[in-house]
């Protein structure tokens, strides 16, 4: 659960130190990233301060870790979002951006992320958290694929964890998104 998970910020040999299981893990994987590329990237950013890690209480590796970057069209913007898949599930994503939309949203109004048009687990999970289809990048990543840009308004919380499996009236889940135009 989240509430059993510290996050912090890494030196940057401990977000080097992730690059591995990240690298190993859809979708970086299929976009065929390299663990020593992006242990370089992971590094660099935890030197700016803007990486942090979720490890759950007791535990010894970092169950998660997520990149944001200050100053993106008024707003943050999370760069990297990953969570070990024995952590799926257990809330360390939702941690993760929470723990990013409280520093964002002391002084922007926006955090913004991006995902694969196809990873449709990623826009539920997005749009559980708040966020809102604004658009879309074909071939930013790679050609041929569609990201989704995302936004998150200060102003708009994101739907509790124990409200996940309520009943939501028709629409309010898909603010935003619209099903068929990636």
């Known amino acids: 659960m989240a509430a059993q998970t510290r996050i912090s910020r890494p030196t940057p040999a401990l977000a080097r130190a ?21 242990g370089r990237y992971l590094a660099r950013k935890a030197g700016t301060r803007s990486v942090w890690i979720a490890r759950a209480v007791g535990g010894a590796a970092p169950s998660g870790v997520v990149v944001a970057d200050d100053g993106f069209l008024l707003g943050g913007f999370i ?11 257990q809330g ?13 949203f002391g002084t922007r109004r926006w955090l913004f992320v991006s995902c694969d048009g196809n990873n449709h687990a990623a826009l539920r999970f997005y ?28 102003a708009t919380p994101p739907i509790p964890a124990r409200a996940r499996g309520a009943k939501i009236p028709a629409g309010a889940a898909r603010v935003g998104y619209h099903r068929g135009r990636s």
């Open 79 to 89: 760069a990297l979002l990953a969570v070990r898949p024995e952590a799926s599930g």
């Open 18 to 38: 992730q690059a591995a299981w990240i690298a190993g893990i859809d979708p970086w994987r299929m976009l065929g990233y390299r663990p020593a590329a992006l």
């Open 127 to 154: 749009r559980k958290l708040g966020f809102s289809r604004v658009g879309r990048l074909p071939d930013l990543v790679r050609p041929g694929n569609v990201e989704i840009l995302l936004r998150r308004s200060s």
């Open 92 to 104: 360390v994503g939702r941690a993760l951006v929470e723990r990013v939309a409280a520093e964002v």
